[in-house]
């Protein structure tokens, strides 16, 4: 069997009369023409899914294009993975750099933005003893636990700061510069661009300018960002970055990225049981073993996709969708919205809590009462600095009359 044959039998779906039809210039509030793209996914029936930032689900075209490569590597086994995966591997890592306008060499696969950045964080080698590293409430759990974990394991003081709310955009950067005064044995720092806990878009190009000011390296967690928001990672002026396909671009679970400016792929330390790569040495910090061939085989249909609706479409759609409830609530006397009304600083998710009510079994209780009243699925998030809240994140196919159901429930619970 030979390249061609295999390429032949993996090749992407052919688009669907509907998927033709996308309009990257159509407008955020044409609910005809977005009831085009919302008819392309399969979804959970008798339920408003507002709870789509855990993982995004995959259109019809890319689940198919999946399913076909599942088949392709489960009949051909080893004779694809040892034969055809890394040439085809190496022309999806082409095609994402491209997108992300970074170089092919300066990314490396991974299964989800966590490895990523656990590899990124746990392999920052210019830590020295007594040196600090600095992040905030609004971090990712995990990643939050791998800078503390640094202080057993480098002999480093850990330093988390709380981020202020309501939040500016000045006022963010100022709480980095801020902290940075404070702490100036601070030699890494981590800093997310979108918030899992309430969304939040922070300035990142601009704090890692104050950072690197300050001889400060800074790791970036964009897992909610690509496929979001309208963005190539030069913008962000970032050296270590870690995404993912899963949640916002639609790829199969298990798909994530690892970016590296290719002068600073030496600050990250080669992970355990890589093995030797002069081509690739940005493949040797991190090591995955197997991986799922078919799910990074399909992040081809799924950046199709996503290409076809067009990513600045799609993030005014999820902003319209977002500022639909949340703005038309953020004066209620009940309702406390943790977003800012800056669309600087905003994306499709936001997060709310009733007023008064800051504990994690409150907003726990509140998530299962949207769901069992109202039929809206939503989730409790804590870890935010001034308490527990309720995070509710729309998708692309969310339609307008899915906010005006979730308006309606908050109105009567607040």
């Known amino acids: 069997m030979d390249r061609r044959s295999v390429l032949a039998g993996l090749a992407a779906i052919p688009a669907s009369p509907a998927l033709a039809h996308f309009d990257p210039g159509a407008g955020p509030a044409d609910e005809a023409y977005w009831r085009t793209i919302a008819a392309q996914y399969d979804l959970p029936s008798g339920v408003i899914q507002l709870e789509n930032g855990n993982f995004g689900a995959m259109a019809r075209p890319v689940w198919q294009a999946y399913g076909r490569a599942l088949e392709r590597v489960n009949r051909d086994t080893s004779l694809y993975a040892r034969r055809t995966f890394d040439p085809d591997l190496a022309r999806i890592r082409g095609r994402v750099a491209a997108t992300l306008g970074v170089g092919a060499d300066e990314i490396a696969f991974t299964r989800g933005a966590t490895e990523a950045l656990m590899a990124l964080i746990t392999g920052y080698n210019r830590l020295r003893a007594g040196d600090q590293v600095l992040f905030a409430d609004l971090d990712y759990d995990s990643t939050q636990a791998a800078m503390t974990w640094l202080q057993g394991h480098r002999g480093v003081q850990a330093v988390k700061i ?119 040495p940005i493949d040797q910090r991190v090591h995955t073993g197997t991986t799922n061939l078919a799910g990074f ?108 159901a979730l308006i309606a429930a908050l109105k009567a619970l607040a």
């Open 297 to 404: 085989l399909a992040l081809d249909a799924a950046l199709d996709f996503q290409e076809a609706i067009g990513i600045a479409a799609k993030e005014r759609r999820l902003r319209h969708l977002r500022d639909l409830w949340a703005e038309r609530l953020r004066d209620h006397p009940g309702i406390d919205i943790l977003t800012p009304s800056d669309a600087r600083l905003t994306c499709a998710i936001s997060s709310f809590r009733l007023r008064g009510r800051t504990g994690a079994d409150q907003n726990r209780a509140l998530a299962a009462l949207l769901l069992e009243r109202f039929g809206i699925f939503t989730v409790e998030r804590s870890g935010v600095a001034s308490g527990g809240c309720v995070r509710v994140t729309p998708g692309a196919f969310t339609s307008e009359a899915d906010i005006d």
């Open 162 to 280: 709380s981020l202020p709310e309501p939040a500016t955009r000045q006022n963010l950067i100022d709480a980095y510069d801020q902290a940075l005064s404070r702490q100036p044995r601070v030699r890494m720092m981590l800093l997310t661009q979108v918030s899992h806990r309430t969304g939040l878009v922070v300035p990142v190009g601009d704090i890692i300018e104050v950072a690197r000011h300050r001889g400060v390296d800074v790791i970036v967690d964009s897992a909610h960002a690509w496929g979001q928001l309208d963005f190539h990672l030069p913008d962000l002026k970032a050296d270590f970055v870690g995404l993912t396909a899963q949640k916002w671009i639609g790829a199969p679970l298990g798909v994530g990225l690892l970016y590296i400016r290719r002068e600073h792929i030496g600050a990250i330390d080669t992970a355990a049981g890589a093995e030797a790569d002069a081509d690739h």
